[in-house]
């Protein structure tokens, strides 16, 4: 996404309970939110929910509309609120709109009347799951400290059972960082998961839950683990999965090894356009920033359109770039990285400057391992081929990187009869 400036669209996220859930996960960033708005009933009205639905779809200038909705838990609403949302974007929606609903849950509400509604209305559902058991339930626990495994993975089963979209969202922390292969086939082999989101859990230790500090709980994950997680999974993915199981990460970085714009926030130059909704209308510029600070109005007082396209906010999409260390701005893997989200921005460089991601040594590495397969398969996307053709040279989890890394004035491993220079990847 670009500038928020000549914004066509935008994304915002919906929460309708505001930060109200069922569970007490230790290293939920949204609980503590509820002090923001004290003696809340914290649910969406219906007059709201209509408000919303109307100022969204009004305000995008394309035909694509997302309804996102998240938490907190939405589920708590209960199925007829989103029936009514439902009902409500038929109401609003132009006739060349194509409208999406996404909803992200903990799925511990879910059972067949859920599902069935959100395949005959299309819901893209994210599903969060850490992985085996073990690992699951060392943070995602329920308010009295009960395990949660066995109600998520009933969701899973009847999400499936119900062939609903769905894809899972796993946190990286403390507990799984050193077991990704663990983690990867239990969502690839057990849970059936086609696509998979890597979340790393980067929890700042204070008491306001805001974005301050520089000091993090000891339920993070460790840059360098994070590092070497995202790497296990790739060399798994890239021997057998390519094509077949899509791993955010993976994409973004073929994305960007294409020249392609990032489909995510955090990797791209500057951000700005996912903006958050609370439960009583207050808009924020991001769901990582529901703070004082970062509240751009109130949709009751303001339309949305206007919040979303206002100096402050186009001002905190080009604060990514702007507040960019130089560091960063002579990173060889710059391109994809982008120095990942400002919320992580909190270390220092090396040469002692502020702003630095606290996951950069990890991602540093984790783009460095990749730049051989990421440039082969951008190339054969370039040449109409699929990626997928790179599981021919990738093996037992062992990556030739020489098959991918000729030297530029050597002939493309593609056969084509070009230079390497002339025929293969972004960097060439
Ligand atoms: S602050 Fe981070 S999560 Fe929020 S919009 Fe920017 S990159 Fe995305
Ligand atoms: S890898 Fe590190 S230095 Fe490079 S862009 Fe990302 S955060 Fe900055």
Redesign the pocket.
Known sequence: MGKTDSLPGFHLLAKPTGAACNLGCKYCFFLSKKSLYPGSSFRMSDELLETYIRQYLEAQRIPQATIAWQGGEPTLMGLDFFRRSVQIEHKYSRPDMIIQNTMQTNGTLLDDEWCEFFRENNFLIGLSLDGPREFHDAYRVDKTGKPTFDRVMKAARLLRHHKVDYNILTTVHAANGDHPLEVYRFLRDEVKANFIQFIPIVERENDTGFQEGDVVTDRSVKAEQYGRFLISVFNEWVCRDVGRIFVQIFDVALAAWSGMPSGMCAFSETCGTAMALEHNGDMYSCDHFVEPKYLLGNIWKRDMAGLARSTKQQKFGRDKLDALPE??RR?E??FV????CPKNRFIKTPDGKSG??YL?AG??EF?RHIDGPMRFMAHELRLGRAPASIMKYTKDGKIPQVIFKPGRNDACPCGSGLKYKKCHGRAG
């Open positions: 560091y960063c990173c893997v710059r990285c982008n120095g990942e630095l991601n950069c991602y540093k783009f």
